[in-house]
């Protein structure tokens, strides 16, 4: 599909059904190409960081429990950006302070993506974070104040895909970019 093609699609109705503090849903009322009409629902998010700490050739990640899930999963670092205005590189220096109790003296931005473009507009931006100043932590929430940090080679993260014990996307991304990044440095 050309942009111009995507640019027949438009919205020309909205309804919000459900306002849920930091995120909110909406039902779309769409026109297509064909000038037919429906309806498409979308999940409001702010955005988000994703952070990839590394020391030496190991990456610092948190295990915690995840509602959704019903489990604990092993992640890197990410957060909301929650704070208007603020910019990505310093919601993703907060994030590392509240979840892992370091700052990065280096970010070099890996990627951005959007993490569900089916049926959320959450746009995320990517880090690999080093030179890394360890910080009092500051967990804000009760699964951060429960969440365990776990010190994993890179040289790993095959087998952790593999045997599904790492199995969030924005982390295997991260992962896999951050290696990738730092085998050409």
């Given amino acids: 599909m050309t942009d111009a093609d995507a640019a027949a ?9 459900c306002d ?23 999940v409001h998010h702010p955005g988000a960081v994703v952070v990839v700490p590394v020391i030496d050739d190991d990456a610092i ?33 907060r994030e590392l302070e509240e979840e892992i109790g370091y700052h990065a003296g280096r970010l070099d931005k890996l990627c951005e993506f959007y993490n569900s473009p ?3 507009d959450e746009y995320t931006h990517l880090y690999l974070a080093t030179e890394l100043e360890a910080r009092t932590r500051a967990a804000v929430s009760h699964e951060e104040a429960a ?26 991304i991260g992962l896999l970019l951050a290696r990738q990044f730092l085998a050409r440095a």
């Fill in 61 to 93: 990640l948190v295990r915690q429990w995840r509602v959704a899930t019903g489990r604990d999963l092993l992640e890197v670092p990410a957060g909301k950006r929650d704070v208007d205005g603020e910019p990505p590189e310093v919601t993703a220096n």
């Fill in 147 to 172: 969440m365990t940090i776990e010190r994993v080679p890179l040289a790993r993260l095959d087998a952790l895909i593999a045997t599904r014990e790492l199995v969030d996307a924005k982390s295997i």
């Fill in 118 to 120: 089916g049926f959320c």
């Fill in 9 to 17: 699609f438009r919205v020309v109705g909205s309804d919000t059904l």
């Fill in 20 to 42: 849920a503090g930091f995120l909110s849903v909406s039902r779309l009322h769409v026109e297509g190409r064909d000038g037919e009409e429906f309806d498409r629902h979308v």
